[in-house]
């Protein structure tokens, strides 16, 4: 990326999975005083692949700044690209009870989506429920209550999405 993109109160990401937000610019940013480049940024990390703490705040030339940046990501795609990246790794841990259970579901449901799930399948839906996977669903179903309905959280839909690529992909 050339370092002419690189601007204040935006989000990059390195398209290994980093993503960093430029909060501020100035020499006063300098990573240490032996730096003669002035031309210095001061930058959230949201997620790293390269060590730096999850929401640590770091200084950065920009001529580094945009050698590591690849993709500016819109401020109005941020929760949701971060949202998908959680769900590569979700996705890869789930069990496969979990697995089959999601794969029953069509991949564009949406967070007002109602769906109804039998009785045999509360397992299941607890456990994706532990994985924030489920917004509401009962907790016990009482004697002669054979179906439930639950919801799937923003995460949920994107391990659901998720799900259905990869036994497309197969």
Sequence with gaps: MKKADIAVGRFYTDGKGGLREVLAEGPQYK???????ED???YKSY???GGLEAGS???S???????????????????????????????KKLTAPQRAFLSAFDHDLNLT???SCSREELRAAKACRD???VAEMPDTLQ?????????????????????HETSEAS
């Design 31 to 37: 990573l240490y005083q032996g730096v003669a480049d």
């Design 40 to 42: 210095c940024l001061r």
């Design 47 to 49: 997620v790293s692949a």
């Design 57 to 59: 705040e770091n200084n």
């Design 61 to 91: 030339t920009r001529v580094s700044f945009a050698s590591w940046a690849k993709v500016e990501i819109p401020a109005e795609r941020v929760e949701q690209w971060l949202v998908d990246r959680q769900a590569v790794s979700v996705a």
């Design 113 to 115: 989506s109602h769906i």
């Design 131 to 133: 994985k924030g996977l």
């Design 143 to 163: 004697k002669g209550i054979d179906d439930f309905e639950l919801t799937f959280t923003m995460l949920g839909i994107a391990v659901l999405k998720r799900v």
